[in-house]
């Protein structure tokens, strides 16, 4: 099966759920970069997580204000 992107690397998993779990790419298509974050759900017939389409798709010229508006998140 292809892949929709170029190149992607995983930079981290958070789970959601006990079915779901959130995928945090870093993400390449026709040259330019995403922060692709995106929620996959398990799938037992074959012990496998699989993507959903339920995600956001962010471009790397953002990124900067978007790690600033995280800095800012009060827990």
């Known amino acids: 099966m292809s892949s929709f992107w170029d190149s992607?690397?995983?930079?981290?998993?958070?789970?959601?759920n006990s079915r779901e779990e959130i995928h945090i790419k870093q993400v390449v298509k026709n040259g330019k970069e995403?922060?692709?974050?995106?929620?996959f759900w398990y799938?037992?017939?074959?012990?496998?997580?699989?993507?959903?389409?339920?995600?956001?798709?962010?471009?790397?010229?953002?990124?900067a204000e978007l790690k600033s508006i995280i800095q800012n998140i009060k827990e």
């Open 8 to 16: 992607e690397e995983l930079l981290g998993k958070l789970p959601k």
């Open 43 to 63: 799938d037992p017939a074959d012990d496998t997580y699989k993507p959903s389409q339920k995600c956001v798709t962010i471009p790397f010229e953002v990124i």
């Open 34 to 39: 995403y922060l692709d974050i995106r929620t």
